[in-house]
């Protein structure tokens, strides 16, 4: 999946999906029908094409009258979609309302994070005790039909809300699967989605997972890591696959928690401008030896947290090369109550790299095995942390 061009729409969607990279910046100051201003054409001439075809359709076109909502929302959309980013688009109301549930913490539908890659709709990310992982979907898979629609070609938006609906009803999903194709039917639930949650296991080490970035997770994880930290641990696993990110400020405040002073990563602008975010020396866990997993289902702000342990020196990375994505978008609330999100920075490790479209690498390579029906399944990934914090030898897959 890495090899090729991915265009990526990561999006929250209720019922179906859940929030994935990008962080909040606050409300919209202007309303879309501020376009339609008795000054905006000398304002700004290029305006002036526009508002002629608005005027055509309002006083011509022959089936009248025309539903002016659906008018805004489409040019809002194809203005966006004329940027050719795949992470600015627009969110319509029910859309937008899915998102600040989602952030919420709880909504409904099967619980897994997508993405669209060359018009395929694709699981980034089954979400943590969700129907989706309880079906096995994997990151990768393909959903191609939903009901018996086709989905392939579809706006993501589309896609949700053919998928989506309440809980205890099912959808009957075509997947695809390295070229593989099957049916699954998944009965959608309530989804909680719990953020953080950790133990000391047997052999004396602290491990943490990490499911997302919500609202409360920075608060969640300092209790937490208070309660694993008082156990004296010889080690800390931060277990960040299928984590399809979150709220990127609170990635800061995560980030804070196991490193010292210095910086988290940058916000690299369009002007070529830097921003910093930095770490403070308040964390609870910044002493600990530390690994890091992550697979190709960590994303956005999992991968800002993973990149800046490494090239901070306080941890490796162990698993598969991780999701790849790399902007910051802001999401601001119209008048209307949908939403835009729009690609405003690209972010980069302490050390300036960028794992856009990329990914982080790990410094030791570890795949997981197959599903094998009613056979235990063997964590490969986490048995290599441990072994490695135990200061056992591990050999990476490449």
């Known amino acids: 999946m890495k090899s090729r061009i991915r ?51 309002e006083t ?17 959309s194809g203005m966006l979609d004329s940027l050719d980013d795949p992470h600015t688009r627009y969110l319509s109301p029910s859309d937008q309302e899915a998102a600040l549930e989602a952030m919420a913490g709880e909504f409904q539908g099967i619980g897994a994070e997508v ?25 990768g898979d393909i959903l191609r039909s939903a009901d018996g629609t086709d989905l392939t070609g579809m706006d993501v938006s589309e896609a949700a809300a053919l998928v989506r609906g309440p809980a205890g009803t099912a959808v009957q999903l075509l997947v695809e699967r390295d070229g593989e194709s099957f049916e699954l039917e998944i009965v959608r639930d309530v989804i909680k989605l719990p953020t ?55 990635t800061v405040e995560i980030a804070d928690e196991f490193l010292d002073e210095g910086v988290v990563l940058y916000e690299r602008f369009g002007d070529g401008r830097m921003r910093p975010f930095d770490a403070t020396e308040d964390g609870v866990a910044q002493e600990v030896p530390m690994v890091v997993l992550i697979d190709e289902g960590s994303a956005s702000a999992s991968e800002v947290l993973a990149g800046a342990i490494r090239d901070s020196d306080r941890g490796i990375l162990i698993g598969q090369t991780s999701f790849g ?19 405003i920075a690209q972010w980069l490790t302490p050390g300036e790299a960028s794992i856009n479209e990329t990914g982080l690498d790990p410094d030791y390579f570890i795949s997981l095995p197959e599903m094998n029906g009613g056979a235990e399944f063997e964590d490969t990934q986490l048995q290599a942390a441990i072994d490695f914090l135990l200061g056992e030898m591990i050999v990476s897959e490449e």
Do not use: H
């Not at 011509?60 to 805004?72: A, G, N, T």
């Not at 943490?208 to 004296?232: I, K, P, W």
């Not at 994505?325 to 690609?343: C, E, F, H, P, Y």
């Open 325 to 343: 994505k790399g902007t910051v978008q802001t999401w601001q609330t119209l008048a209307n109550n949908g939403g835009v999100r729009i690609t």
């Open 7 to 57: 265009s990526i729409i990561v999006t929250v969607i209720l019922i179906f999906f859940a929030f994935g990279g990008g962080y909040l910046l606050g409300q919209s100051p202007a309303a879309p029908v501020q376009l339609f201003g008795a000054n905006a054409a000398a304002s700004n001439p290029a305006l002036v094409p526009f508002l002629e075809t608005w005027n055509l359709v």
């Open 60 to 76: 011509r076109y022959f089936e009248q009258p025309v539903d002016e909502e659906l008018l805004v929302e489409a040019a809002i």
């Open 196 to 250: 953080v949650r950790g133990e000391i296991l047997a052999e004396g080490l602290a491990y943490v997972r990490l499911s997302r970035f919500g609202t409360n997770t920075a608060e969640e994880l300092n209790v937490l890591l208070t309660d694993l930290m008082a156990e004296n641990p010889v080690g800390l696993i931060l277990d960040l696959r299928s984590n399809p990110g979150g709220a990127l400020d609170t």
């Open 115 to 139: 993405e669209s890659v060359d018009g395929a709709i694709t699981i980034v990310a089954p979400i943590d005790g969700s129907p989706a992982e309880a079906a096995g979907l994997q990151p």
